[in-house]
């Protein structure tokens, strides 16, 4: 079954993307312990990809066992929207995802992320270079991109299988200072996506106070007269949780976000214990360690300091992860973990 065909028909419990957090090590522990529906990849940026910039190519690695997986963009040039969707495509995702809802002062001072529900114009020509980009599928070697970059796509094309036909979707907010849904959803949904998310919060409120997911409903109920799905996001803990509110709110599916930090059993909603959870630990360093040889060890103790959560001991442990700086390390804790 296509992704289309797949988010049409059961409610969806995604993983939402997380900067600097879903990376492959990330997912591929979260596929191994409880596998989500659909996978989004961290944003890339769709300006670096059309300037060659290989090394945001470490935040799209992915394997076949994590599909269907969505490759997200952001950016405000619709002609690198073209280029990055085109090299999408070649990559083999199953589809391609448009960031209009990113919060941060970085991506919305140069107009990109959630600075565009402010811009509609600029939004559709970003939305209409994409969906241009997935018709023409333009052969690698005829855009103009860097020898380096062709190599790394070609590569990358190895260890994936190619789809076709990914879909296009937007991922967004409800607004910038309030909620403009009632306008920027059809507006969005006149576009002929193949999906969209909303997440219940506005730029400014970042990700303060609780998602409002009764303008998720009212999205939703435009999102019907458009036939378009609609994912709702934020603040869903858990799979039955999801469940209940695509049920109640009247959405195909839910992403889950920060819910599945320290806790990948948050798609199965089984209870793990401090075993498993320990055994989860090692499993992503592991992943990590394979595929990211270079990097510094300190990102994984942010995972490693939301598996502590509950832990009775836990204070006594956060001491020690601060201070992990090798899988060696980790081992040696193994113990305190277990022993509570
Ligand atoms: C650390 C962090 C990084 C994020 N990175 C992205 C991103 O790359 N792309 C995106 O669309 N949303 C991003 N988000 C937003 C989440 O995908 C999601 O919309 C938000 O966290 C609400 O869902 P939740 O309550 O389930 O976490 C990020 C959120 C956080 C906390």
């Given at each position: 079954?296509?992704l289309?065909?797949l988010i049409?028909?059961?409610p969806?419990i995604g993983l939402?993307p997380?900067d600097g957090?879903?990376?492959?090590a990330f997912?591929?522990t979260?596929?191994?312990?409880?596998?989500?529906?659909?996978?989004?990849?961290e944003?890339?940026?769709a300006?670096?990809l059309?300037?060659?910039a290989v090394k945001?190519?470490d935040?799209?690695?992915?394997?076949p066992?994590?599909r269907?997986?969505i490759g997200q963009?952001f950016?405000?040039?619709?002609?690198?929207?073209?280029?990055?969707?085109?090299?999408?495509c070649h990559?083999?995702?199953?589809?391609i995802d448009i960031?209009m809802?990113?919060?941060?002062?970085?991506?919305t001072q140069h107009?990109?992320?959630?600075?565009?529900?402010?811009?509609?114009?600029?939004a559709s020509e970003i939305?209409k270079?994409?969906?241009?980009?997935v018709?023409?599928?333009?052969?690698?070697k005829d855009l103009k991109?860097?020898?380096?970059t062709i190599d790394?796509?070609?590569t990358?094309?190895?260890t994936?299988?190619?789809?076709?036909?990914?879909?296009?979707s937007?991922k967004?907010?409800?607004?910038?200072n309030?909620s403009v849904?009632?306008?920027?959803?059809?507006?969005?949904?006149?576009?002929?996506?193949?999906?969209l998310t909303?997440?219940?919060?506005?730029l400014?409120q970042?990700?303060s106070?609780v998602?409002?997911w009764?303008e998720?409903?009212?999205?939703?109920?435009?999102?019907?007269?458009?036939?378009?799905?609609?994912?709702?996001n934020?603040?869903i803990?858990?799979?039955?949780?999801?469940?209940e509110?695509?049920?109640k709110y009247?959405v195909?599916?839910v992403?889950?976000?920060r819910?599945?930090?320290g806790?990948?059993?948050?798609f199965?909603?089984?209870?793990a214990?401090?075993?498993?959870?320990?055994a989860a630990?090692?499993?992503?360093t592991q992943?990590?360690?394979?595929l990211?040889?270079?990097r510094?060890?300190e990102?994984?103790?942010r995972?490693f300091?939301?598996?502590?959560l509950g832990?009775?001991?836990a204070?006594e442990l956060r001491?020690?992860?601060?201070q992990l700086t090798?899988?060696?390390?980790?081992?040696?804790?193994?113990a305190?973990f277990?022993?509570c």
């Amino acid at each position: 079954m296509d992704l289309k065909q797949l988010i049409s028909s059961q409610p969806i419990i995604g993983l939402s993307p997380l900067d600097g957090i879903t990376d492959e090590a990330f997912r591929l522990t979260q596929c191994h312990f409880a596998k989500p529906d659909i996978i989004f990849t961290e944003f890339v940026s769709a300006e670096g990809l059309a300037h060659n910039a290989v090394k945001l190519y470490d935040h799209l690695l992915f394997l076949p066992e994590e599909r269907p997986v969505i490759g997200q963009l952001f950016g405000k040039d619709p002609d690198s929207f073209y280029l990055a969707a085109t090299i999408l495509c070649h990559l083999g995702f199953d589809g391609i995802d448009i960031n209009m809802g990113c919060p941060a002062r970085t991506v919305t001072q140069h107009g990109s992320g959630a600075a565009l529900i402010e811009k509609p114009e600029l939004a559709s020509e970003i939305i209409k270079a994409v969906q241009q980009a997935v018709k023409n599928k333009t052969k690698l070697k005829d855009l103009k991109l860097k020898q380096k970059t062709i190599d790394k796509v070609e590569t990358f094309r190895g260890t994936s299988l190619q789809n076709n036909n990914p879909t296009i979707s937007v991922k967004t907010r409800l607004g910038i200072n309030e909620s403009v849904i009632e306008t920027w959803i059809p507006f969005l949904l006149k576009h002929n996506l193949d999906f969209l998310t909303l997440h219940g919060r506005t730029l400014k409120q970042g990700y303060s106070g609780v998602a409002d997911w009764s303008e998720i409903q009212t999205a939703a109920n435009i999102a019907k007269t458009f036939n378009t799905p609609i994912l709702g996001n934020g603040d869903i803990k858990s799979r039955q949780q999801g469940i209940e509110y695509c049920h109640k709110y009247g959405v195909n599916g839910v992403l889950i976000g920060r819910a599945a930090m320290g806790n990948p059993w948050v798609f199965s909603d089984h209870i793990a214990t401090y075993a498993e959870k320990f055994a989860a630990m090692k499993f992503h360093t592991q992943k990590f360690i394979d595929l990211f040889s270079g990097r510094r060890f300190e990102p994984l103790r942010r995972h490693f300091l939301l598996y502590t959560l509950g832990h009775p001991r836990a204070k006594e442990l956060r001491l020690k992860i601060c201070q992990l700086t090798s899988i060696d390390q980790l081992l040696a804790i193994e113990a305190n973990f277990l022993n509570c």
